[in-house]
């Protein structure tokens, strides 16, 4: 068993990033079950040296900070002086100032190749001077334009130099910058903006490229955002308690977000890019099923508007389409998960449409948060995934202190609330203690 597990790590071109680190892990829990010796779990190491040593991990954190505090320094220093420069001085330092950063980036990391991090850094504060200088250069001239395509044109910038540079950092931002432009002209200026999602699909393809997750999870959060700002949009001329569709649309698209994540856990190649979809989608399909869970003064389908039951169409079929991508393309543990998106998918709108206000609707949504917060935490621990049994222990302390809120604190002594209220946060803090310590030290099999 071990040795197959080990031969199917084996690359070309070597091992995936942050696979290394997972492969450590595995051989101590195999080491310390008798499963191999100590004798061959050193081979096994030796067979796959560390991909990121902690020394250079060390210095990309110390060089990426460096270039940030001399951005901010030189933009200090430069708004302290601002009133006192000529126009031609002011645009000399910022045009040099970015193209000087670049310029010896550059240099230091793709032409000598002597000091790749410190090249990726400065490339970066390059970006950042570029971003400082659309506002400086509008400032400059007294130009009254429309405050997101600022934002949008500092994206636009970082985009090409990450895939230019092949640089995390530069994606990273570009991406934040597109999701903080969208969140800017959908909820500042109700705008729809479609121009985000062309966008995004190319910021998350170089993201496979560069093997960024982090790149990932942030374009996860960007379109659930996007979604819900379109979502509240169309709805604006809609009585407030039809948010149903909103709301259930959220939990769709957290749905086919989680799906996602077996097919890439299949892959050996994907597997370190598979995280996102788990944190993002369970993140996103238990905050909509949270907030079905009050009492809302909902209303019945009949007011909601044709955008919303285009939108829940729209997420319907997509998490169908997860679905049937994780069976294809996951391992044995896709299964139950493709089985529970579609499921979910399916289950989500009829029930929209099925319930109004009152009880039912109340317990129903009630019960299924507690149903998804089950399944997640037997899914976390089936993966040993730390960070999803948190997370799903966490919406259930929500949901329970949610619950008691609500029920007991008109009813019962303010102390006595209190009280019993530090005994469950306490209990909960326990809770999440022991289960995390099973999980460091291999209490839960795949």
Excluded at 220 to 236: N, P, Y
Excluded at 367 to 382: D, E, H
Aim: hydrophobic residues 55%.
């Amino acid at each position: 068993m071990v040795r197959q597990e080990v031969i199917t790590l084996t690359h070309s071109d070597g091992p995936p990033r942050g696979l290394v680190h997972w492969l450590r892990g595995e051989v101590a829990r195999w080491q310390a079950e008798g499963t191999i010796t100590p004798e061959q779990a050193a081979a096994i190491l030796a067979r796959y040296p560390d991909d990121e040593p902690t020394g250079n991990r060390t210095a990309t954190v110390f060089t990426a900070l460096g270039a940030v505090l001399l951005g901010v320094g030189a933009l200090l220093f430069v708004a302290a002086n601002w009133q006192r420069m000529d126009t031609a001085v002011k645009l000399a330092l910022i045009f040099g100032s970015m193209l000087a950063s670049h310029g010896l980036g550059w240099w230091l990391g793709w032409s000598k190749q002597t000091y790749p991090r410190l090249g990726h850094a400065l490339v970066w504060l390059g970006t950042l001077l570029y971003g400082a200088g659309i506002w400086l250069v509008a400032q400059i001239f007294h130009l009254n334009a429309h405050w997101p395509n600022g934002v949008l044109f500092w994206a636009l910038g970082a985009l090409p130099v990450a895939w230019a540079a092949e640089s995390r950092l530069n994606l990273a931002l570009g991406v934040l910058l597109l999701c903080f432009w969208t969140g800017s002209e959908q909820l500042n200026f109700s705008q729809s903006n479609f121009l985000f999602l062309p966008l995004l699909a190319m910021a998350v393809a170089l993201a496979y490229r560069l093997k960024a997750p982090e790149s990932l999870f942030f374009g996860a959060g960007g379109l659930v955002l996007w979604q819900m700002a379109s979502m509240f949009h169309w709805l604006e001329h809609v009585e407030e308690a039809a948010i149903a569709p909103a709301f259930s649309a959220l939990t769709l698209l957290g749905l086919a977000l989680f799906a996602l994540a077996p097919w890439h856990e299949s892959d050996d190649r994907l597997r370190p890019l598979a995280w996102p979809y788990h944190i993002a989608g369970a993140l996103a399909g238990l905050a909509g099923l949270y907030l079905q869970t009050f009492r809302w003064d909902w209303h019945r389908a009949a007011v909601y508007p044709v955008q919303s039951w285009l939108v829940l169409g729209v997420m319907t079929l997509l998490g169908l389409a997860a679905a049937v991508q994780a069976l294809r393309r996951g391992g044995p543990d896709a299964r139950p998960v493709a089985m529970t998106v579609a499921a979910g998918a399916l289950a989500l709108p009829a029930t929209v449409v099925g319930l109004g206000a009152g009880t039912a609707r109340y317990v129903t949504f009630n019960a299924l948060m507690l149903a998804a917060v089950v399944g997640l935490v037997a899914y976390g621990y089936r993966q040993r995934s730390e960070a999803l049994v948190n997370l799903a222990l966490g919406g259930f302390l929500l949901l329970v202190i949610t619950r008691y809120f609500d029920w007991f604190y008109s009813l019962m002594n303010r102390s006595l609330f209190f009280m019993l209220g530090g005994l469950l946060l306490l209990a909960g803090g326990f809770l999440l203690e022991r289960l995390r310590r099973n999980l460091r030290h291999g209490g839960v099999r795949a």
